[in-house]
């Protein structure tokens, strides 16, 4: 310091010139800090999905014709993975049932995970026709279907979706049970049914106007 | 230096066992810096911010970059159409380059005026040679990436230079383009390297201001401080006028970002690269057209034929600024006080800028003499002129102090 | 320095409009155009006019792949809504697939295919054009010198070849075209389309609206940057301001 003239900090003295220069040196600091933080924000808002990859996110047409009950087939949508499953007459009558309801984390599908049209124990529009975006609430892995009850998941396991990665557990409708790392159920895609063997996944049904990024978790 | 005094515990704990508070203190703020310092100081602090801004918007356009010959058009129009705010983020970057340049340059000839160069600062001369060399490649690899008709084409010319090497120029040229013409692997390699250069760049900026600190900032007068009355600290009288010269800069440049993006530019960058047509004129970016005459400006002489020597003479106006520093023979640093250097400088000054208007036109007929006028004397002025002014011009008296020269003529 | 400095600068802001004349070309009338000036927009009219003069005319040879058709609606775009946007894709064929035979296949455009271009290639573009090539039109303002006023002129420029002048048959004499012979017969004339807004559909009015349109094609975020322009430059002349004050008022003890 002893090499400088003018070793004090700015407004280190009481008058008047010095109280003035105190305003003007924070006033250019602020708006100087301001134009800084805003000059980020086009760059961090570059980031966010660009208008042709929002346009890309349309709707598409499933063909369910050659779908056997049981089956699951994957489509993908948006880049991920969407399950449309027929179910067989004794699993829409097991979830009719609902005998697991009690070990469900969230067996009225209260949380908003799927539309209007979908909250019910099928989670579907029609009973029969199971879909959903493919991608576990725990962590993003893709579930496995494991349709069969009973074996290696236990005595108890109707059928459903096991995920790999942690061992989180979904029934038949997509609805996760208790005490495993998921928090949610598996999110319901918007879709309708164009034709009775072709649905269309990404646009609601007329009456509905469900939006999909409003969902809790994907 | 004095042990960092601050109210705030944590920073004093920190200080404590990284000392980076007091080397804020003391490089930032308590350093000592000539009071008398003009504008023309300002351009190291606006080439410092365009380097930051040229790698802020670099990384989100990376982001978004395709680098592959089918691709690379595509995505950079994707980046103008559809990314948001990617208009003006590559704007900025375009535009930046030229701003970037623009300042650069001012600040080298203030150098040059002032002598900024001479001892004891040949070594934070010649870093700034080397940040200027890095600049070039950077901004001629990145020029490229957008895989325009000026893109291809000038990465196709530029490349072809080094085949002017004697023995090995074909190798070296199959070499660089990792084919037989410029092709994918170019385009990669370049952004690759237009990715890592600029940090090259941040590093030897950092040696440069290394270098600058250790004996302080030059100054109009070109004398050395004797004393406390020549200094005042950096912070806050060359903080805010720093700031200040960037509000001017920064509005210049939005200027020319938000209504004249793509004045500098070539409308010929707007057309996808196509191998098999030569657009009408090739030419180069405006901050390198003194050089790209020089190219083109050189005759064979003797046994060395006139694209090697043209390519010698390019690299070789660069290069002799290495040695800048030893040309000089005057004791006397600024041009203040060299009556005749202070009109030979602003010839060099014309000339370049001759320079750079032969270089924007075919070389046909006058141009070919004037860029070989102006070629030959750019080399003169170094390597002639500088060593002779040194031994021949009487400088004026230099001033007892900065202080005495500062209030001499103030009431 | 300073006072030098300046000198130069002037001479050269002199200079510099020598750059500009070079070659023996007609010198481009300026168009008065909507997009011009600093606060300058696109006439809403003329961009749904010129579209009309792109789609009946232009884009029976030119394609415009960069353009998207959800572009024509949204902010920013012709001012068509989202349901007009739909029906003009919908005019479209594109080739999709493949599908679960493995089997490619045509379905109606959407807004977010990209302009249908008129050949499916390059090659077939020019086998169909006596070998020359209809440049793509979607840059096609920024990538030539002289950008709107150009095109304009070269839409508005067909005359008769100068007396002696031989001109291959496929060849068309144009005053603004580089060398002046161009493989682009005359494109417009009067009433080669019918507004759909009862403008009169004139060569000129033609030519100015499909260059006003061909102008936000190369630049569809033209508006957005300069209304984003106009508030970040009054920020920084505010910035600037306050920043000289307050250099003024640090410096006074110094001076």
């Known amino acids: 310091m002893a090499d400088t003239a003018q070793p004090g900090p700015i407004g280190g003295h009481g008058h008047d010139g010095e109280t003035r220069r105190d305003f003007l040196a924070i006033a250019a600091t602020a708006i100087a800090g301001v134009g800084t933080a805003c000059a980020t924000w086009p760059l961090i808002s570059s980031m966010n999905p660009a208008q042709d990859t929002l346009a890309a996110g349309a709707p598409i047409d499933i063909d369910i014709s050659g779908v056997q009950p049981g089956q699951q087939i994957i489509v993908l949508w948006r880049s991920r993975p969407i399950f449309v499953v027929r179910r067989t007459p004794d699993q829409v009558k097991a979830l009719a049932a609902d005998k697991d309801a009690a070990s469900l984390r969230d067996p009225t599908s209260a949380a908003n995970q799927q539309a209007a049209y979908a909250k019910n124990v099928y989670r579907s529009v029609k009973p029969d026709v199971l879909v959903l975006v493919g991608i576990c609430t725990h962590l993003g892995c893709i579930p496995e279907f494991v349709p069969q009850p009973g074996g290696s998941l236990g005595a108890s396991w109707q059928g459903g979706y096991f995920c790999p990665c942690h061992g989180s557990r979904y029934d038949l409708s997509g609805r996760v049970f208790q005490n495993v790392p998921a928090p949610y159920n598996l999110p319901v895609p918007p879709y309708h049914f164009v034709s009775d063997t072709v649905i269309r996944v990404g646009e609601n049904p007329p009456d509905s106007t469900f939006d999909f990024n409003s969902i809790e978790q994907i | ?411 | 320095m300073r006072a030098f400095a300046i000198a130069l600068f002037s001479v050269v802001a002199l200079a510099v409009p020598a750059f500009a004349q070079e070659e023996a070309m007609p010198p481009l009338d300026h168009e008065k155009w909507s997009f011009d000036g600093p606060f300058g927009t696109f006439d809403r009219g003329a961009l749904q006019r010129g579209f009309e003069v792109y789609s009946e005319v232009c884009s029976n040879c030119h394609s415009l792949k960069l353009m998207s058709y959800r572009d024509l609606g949204g902010p920013g775009g012709l001012g068509y809504s989202d349901d007009e946007v739909k029906a003009i894709a919908a005019q479209k064929e594109v080739t999709d697939g493949p599908n679960d035979q493995g089997e490619m296949f045509q379905r109606p455009a959407r807004p977010s295919d990209h302009f249908v271009p008129p050949f499916p290639n390059d090659q077939a573009n020019r086998a169909a054009h006596n070998g020359a090539l209809p440049p793509d039109l979607s840059l096609i303002v920024k990538a030539r010198e002289g950008g709107s006023d150009y095109i304009y002129g070269i839409l508005t420029g067909y005359k008769p070849p100068p007396p002696g002048l031989k001109m291959p048959d496929t060849m068309q004499y144009n005053m603004h075209f580089p060398g002046h012979q161009i493989a682009m017969p005359p494109p417009l004339s009067d009433d080669v389309v019918s507004f759909a807004d009862g403008t009169k559909a004139t060569t000129a009015q033609e030519a100015h609206d499909v260059v006003t349109f061909l102008t936000w094609a190369s630049e569809p975020r033209m508006e957005e940057r300069k209304k984003t322009g106009v508030k970040v430059v009054f920020f920084l002349l505010v910035m600037t301001g306050v920043l000289y004050a307050a250099k003024r008022k640090i410096w006074a003890d110094v001076h």
């Open chain 2, 1 to 411: 230096m004095a042990a960092l005094q601050s109210q705030s515990k944590i920073v004093r704990w920190i200080d404590h066992r990284l000392p980076i508070f007091t080397f804020m203190q003391h490089e930032l703020h308590e350093y000592p810096t000539p009071k008398n310092l003009t504008y023309w100081w300002n351009y190291g602090s606006l080439a410092a911010l365009m380097l930051m801004i040229m790698i802020a918007t670099g990384i989100f356009l990376a982001m978004e970059y395709t680098p592959n010959v089918n691709l690379a058009f595509d995505s950079v129009e994707r980046i103008m159409r559809d990314v948001n705010y990617g208009w003006l983020i590559r704007y900025i970057h375009m535009n930046g380059a030229s701003f970037f340049f623009i300042v650069t340059y001012i600040h080298i000839f203030r150098g040059l005026y002032y002598g900024s160069y001479k001892e004891p600062r040949e070594l934070l001369w010649i870093l700034g040679v080397v940040i200027l060399l890095c600049m070039m490649a950077t901004a001629f690899m990145g020029y490229v990436l957008p895989w325009g008709q000026m893109s291809f084409w000038g990465a196709t010319v530029i490349t072809n230079l080094f085949s002017a090497i004697p023995l090995v120029g074909n190798e070296v040229v199959t070499w660089l383009w990792g084919g037989f013409s410029v092709d994918n692997p170019t385009l990669n390699r370049f952004y690759a390297l237009h990715y890592l250069l600029p940090f090259v760049i941040l590093g030897v900026v950092g040696l440069h201001i290394m270098a600058l600190h250790t004996h302080g900032s030059n100054n109009p007068l070109g004398i050395d401080r004797k004393g406390p009355q020549d200094s005042i600290p950096f912070h806050p009288y060359y903080t805010i006028k720093d700031m200040f010269g960037v509000g001017v800069f920064l509005t210049i440049f939005a200027i020319f970002v938000f209504w004249f993006p793509n004045l500098l530019g070539d409308p010929a960058n707007y057309i996808r690269a196509n191998p098999l047509q030569t657009p009408p004129e090739i030419v180069p970016e405006w901050y390198f057209l003194p050089f790209y005459a020089m190219l083109r400006s050189v005759p064979d002489i003797l046994f060395i034929k006139a694209k090697l020597a043209g390519v010698l003479a390019m690299f070789g106006s660069i290069f002799m600024l290495f040695i800048l520093p030893w040309l000089d023979t005057s004791p006397v640093r600024s041009a203040r006080f060299r009556p005749i250097y202070k009109w030979v400088f602003w010839l060099l000054v014309i000339d370049v800028l001759v320079l750079g208007y032969v270089g924007a036109h075919r070389p046909e007929g006058l141009y070919v003499v004037m860029g070989r006028i102006a070629t030959l004397y750019y080399f003169f002025h170094f390597l002639i002129l500088f060593p002779l002014l040194g031994i021949f011009e009487r400088p004026l008296p230099l001033p007892t102090s900065i202080s005495a020269a500062v209030t001499k003529g103030k009431p």
